[in-house]
Nanobody, 119 residues
Framework: QVQLVESGGGLVQAGGSLRLSCAASGRISRINAMGWYRQVPGKQRELVAAITSGGTTNYADSVKGRFTISKDNAKNTVYLQMNSLKTEDTATYYC?????????????WGQGTQVTVSS
């Protein structure tokens, strides 16, 4: 089993910043990729940003230039620095980890953390 613990969500005014963290633990021999998704009620979950084991990053067009994804390999932790937040960034943010244990690949999801941006 893989456990993901997210933190850092909250309420912020438009233009402000938040930093999300997600720590992975459990049966992990290798982390292949980590990422953040977000979802609002009535809409599909969408990719916000992802980072591979080699450090390659990928961002949704809507957050490019404002959000930065990074990771700490020693801590199996991924971060999402969110700057210049907009009201449309309001959503539940989910951590996603693609990992391997004993040759078995697993995709795990965090419990979600709410980000609310007020105008």
């Amino acid at each position: 089993q893989v456990q993901l613990v997210e933190s850092g969500g909250g309420l912020v005014q438009a233009g402000g910043s938040l930093r999300l963290s997600c720590a992975a633990s459990g049966r992990i021999s290798r982390i292949n990729a980590m990422g953040w998704y977000r979802q609002v009620p009535g809409k599909q979950r969408e990719l916000v940003a992802a980072i591979t084991s080699g450090g390659t990053t990928n961002y949704a067009d809507s957050v490019k230039g404002r959000f930065t994804i990074s990771k700490d390999n020693a801590k199996n932790t991924v971060y999402l620095q969110m700057n210049s937040l907009k009201t449309e960034d309001t959503a539940t943010y989910y951590c996603n980890v693609d990992s391997t244990w004993a040759f078995e690949r697993r995709v795990s999801w965090g419990q979600g953390t709410q980000v609310t941006v007020s105008s």
